[in-house]
């Protein structure tokens, strides 16, 4: 069955009974986030999406922006509020290529994952402008099925309207450091005069979200025929992790999310060899009003 999920009425009716019992709103608030019931903002795709290399070039990487959803929302029960971001949940559907020839199988070893990035609107757009310049990049970058080789070459062709947000933690995450090509990024040919990313490093501009577990089987026969990983990641008022072995610590993700930003989930694949076979994913945002 799946979980009651309140609308917005929903919670405005409870806000008011709750107020009409003579509860200050500070408790109300309180009591609201601690039962969890929380507006839900959602969005999912079902595009089937392959990322590998066909040259099988020694130094493969591929970036993807399979999915994305706006950090929007409207005005809260009360017009001096600010609603606030509570919690963000991923649900990703995919596999690797099914084989290794390291002594892998089985773990989250992998140059198969996915990263989640935060793409914020530059200022001197208007949020109309700024909407539509977000909207025509995503379209047009799924539309012709554009691989990146890194999530920094990709924002070069945003021109100048949006721009990458910097991780806040300044060591690099746990999953990227099995080899170095997890942790180097990969200059494009249209990004070899770009002294700033040739300096930079992989996961300053995102959060490691999830590996793939490596050769995992997608027999009918066999466990689930594709993986599903469930990943949730709390904001540090109401902190809430899931996941395993393979999952990011999300450290500082929810809280660096401001109104207008775009959350965009990146399919990645890195090394000769490895691929990205994407069946879906959706993504969850949980905030109070």
Same mark, same amino acid.
């Given at each position: 069955?799946?979980?009651?999920?309140?609308?917005?009425?929903?919670?405005?009716?409870?806000?008011?009974?709750?107020?009409?019992?003579?509860?200050?709103?500070?408790?109300i608030?309180?009591?609201?986030?601690?039962?969890?019931?929380?507006?839900?903002?959602?969005?999912?795709?079902?595009?089937?999406?392959?990322?590998?290399?066909?040259?099988?070039?020694?130094?493969?990487?591929?970036?993807?922006?399979?999915?994305?959803?706006?950090?929007?929302?409207?005005?809260?029960?009360?017009?001096?509020?600010?609603?606030?971001l509570?919690?963000?949940e991923?649900?990703l559907?995919?596999?690797?290529?099914?084989?290794?020839?390291?002594?892998?199988?089985?773990?989250y070893?992998?140059?198969?994952?996915?990263?989640?990035?935060?793409?914020?609107?530059?200022?001197?757009?208007?949020?109309?402008?700024?909407?539509?310049?977000?909207?025509?990049?995503?379209?047009?970058?799924?539309?012709?099925?554009?691989?990146?080789?890194?999530?920094?070459?990709?924002?070069?062709?945003?021109?100048?309207?949006?721009?990458?947000?910097?991780?806040?933690?300044?060591?690099?995450? $746990?999953?990227? #450091?099995?080899? *170095? /090509?997890?942790?180097?990024?990969?200059?494009?040919? !249209? @990004?070899?005069?770009?002294q700033?990313?040739?300096?930079?490093?992989?996961g300053?501009? $995102?959060?490691? #979200?999830?590996? *793939? /577990?490596?050769?995992?089987?997608?027999?009918?026969? !066999? @466990?689930?025929?594709?993986?599903?990983h469930?990943?949730?990641w709390?904001?540090?008022?109401?902190?809430?992790?899931?996941? *395993?072995?393979?999952?990011?610590?999300?450290?500082?993700?929810? @809280?660096?999310?401001q109104?207008?930003?775009?959350?965009?989930?990146?399919?990645?694949?890195?090394?000769?060899?490895?691929? *990205?076979?994407?069946?879906?994913?959706r993504v969850?945002?949980?905030?109070?009003?």
């Amino acid at each position: 069955m799946a979980p009651y999920i309140p609308s917005r009425n929903c919670v405005y009716d409870v806000r008011t009974t709750l107020a009409s019992f003579g509860l200050p709103n500070e408790i109300i608030l309180t009591i609201l986030d601690d039962a969890r019931y929380w507006v839900e903002h959602r969005r999912e795709s079902t595009d089937l999406k392959v990322l590998m290399d066909e040259a099988f070039s020694l130094d493969y990487s591929a970036a993807y922006p399979y999915l994305a959803i706006q950090a929007s929302w409207c005005s809260s029960y009360d017009d001096s509020e600010t609603p606030k971001l509570k919690e963000v949940e991923f649900l990703l559907v995919s596999h690797d290529q099914g084989w290794t020839t390291e002594d892998t199988h089985g773990t989250y070893t992998t140059s198969s994952f996915w990263e989640v990035s935060i793409i914020r609107p530059n200022g001197r757009f208007s949020s109309h402008k700024s909407l539509l310049a977000f909207s025509r990049w995503l379209r047009d970058t799924q539309e012709d099925l554009k691989v990146y080789p890194s999530l920094e070459s990709a924002s070069r062709t945003l021109s100048g309207s949006h721009s990458l947000v910097r991780r806040p933690a300044a060591s690099m995450e $746990a999953q990227r #450091l099995h080899c *170095n /090509e997890m942790t180097s990024i990969t200059i494009g040919e !249209d @990004d070899a005069d770009d002294q700033m990313m040739s300096a930079s490093k992989e996961g300053e501009h $995102a959060w490691y #979200l999830q590996s *793939n /577990e490596v050769a995992r089987g997608v027999s009918v026969f !066999d @466990d689930e025929m594709v993986p599903r990983h469930k990943i949730t990641w709390g904001c540090s008022a109401y902190p809430n992790w899931t996941g *395993n072995a393979g999952t990011g610590s999300g450290e500082g993700f929810v @809280d660096r999310i401001q109104h207008g930003d775009w959350i965009v989930l990146w399919a990645r694949a890195k090394r000769r060899g490895w691929e *990205n076979h994407i069946l879906g994913a959706r993504v969850m945002l949980r905030y109070n009003i």
